[in-house]
């Protein structure tokens, strides 16, 4: 009876030496980079068909930026989670040009610049060793919507900043998917695509405006 209860002992020591051999230990990391953003949707939609109708109004994507950090959470060799914490600027730009091109050269454009505090949870797939797959469940809150009016006349423009949070829902459900890279040094590359499954407007279902982003960052893994 000893031998065996001590033959059990060492089978379950040696499989919980594997393991661990096996599942890197937990890792902080910090990741910063650029938000290429717009927003998607059929009220959106119906209003670029509009604006490409006419000459005077344009769309076009924001250019935002995202920080913060994550901790990755070894669940297996080669899987694991990857909770985070990020501040991230979305958006939509929206220009009209009422005369180009002569002596006036009359422009105004609005952008949209939507503050979130975003936390993902991601499942992190290893391909290759460095090379990985991610994608899961994000939440993000609201911190403010800054909108900024600009005209321009004559060479000349002018601008103004002001906060526009009534109306804007303030929990934004989404979907994140991408790929990176980690390199040995402890430096990583990644691309991501965020898709927002929540409308904007949180009083009116009949206008469906969604974010949506390609992110592009540089982390560091300690």
């Given at each position: 009876m000893k031998k065996i209860l001590f033959?059990?002992?060492?089978?379950?020591?040696?499989?919980?030496?594997?393991?661990?051999?096996?599942?890197?230990?937990?890792?902080?990391?910090?990741?910063?980079?650029?938000?290429?953003?717009?927003?998607?949707?059929?009220?959106?939609e119906s209003f670029s068909e509009l604006a490409e109708l006419s000459s005077a109004f344009k769309t076009e994507s924001f250019t935002g930026f995202h920080a913060g950090v994550?901790?990755?959470?070894?669940?297996?060799?080669?899987?694991?989670?990857?909770?985070?914490?990020?501040?991230?600027?979305?958006?939509?730009?929206?220009?009209?040009?009422?005369?180009?091109?002569?002596?006036?050269?009359?422009?105004?454009?609005?952008?949209?610049k939507l503050h979130y505090i975003e936390l993902p949870v991601l499942a992190k797939v290893y391909l290759t060793e460095g090379f990985y797959l991610t994608g899961g469940p994000q939440v993000g809150f609201l911190a403010s919507n800054k909108m900024h009016a600009e005209a321009g006349i004559l060479g000349f423009s002018?601008?103004?900043?002001?906060?526009?949070?009534?109306?804007?829902?303030?929990?934004d459900f989404g979907l994140v998917g991408g790929i990176g890279y980690q390199f040995r040094n402890g430096i990583n590359i990644n691309a991501f695509y965020d898709h927002g499954l929540s409308t904007l407007d949180?009083?009116?279902?009949?206008?469906?405006?969604?974010?949506?982003?390609?992110?592009?960052?540089l982390g560091y893994q300690f």
């Open positions: 033959i059990l002992i060492a089978i379950v020591i040696g499989f919980e030496t594997q393991v661990s051999a096996q599942v890197s230990p937990l890792k902080i990391g910090i990741r910063g980079g650029v938000n290429v953003a717009d927003w998607r949707g059929d009220a959106v994550n901790l990755e959470i070894p669940v297996t060799a080669g899987f694991s989670i990857e909770p985070g914490l990020y501040y991230s600027v979305k958006g939509m730009r929206v220009s009209q040009t009422i005369l180009e091109g002569g002596f006036l050269n009359l422009k105004g454009e609005i952008t949209s002018v601008g103004d900043s002001f906060d526009v949070n009534a109306g804007f829902r303030k929990v949180e009083g009116n279902s009949d206008i469906d405006a969604y974010n949506r982003a390609f992110k592009f960052s």
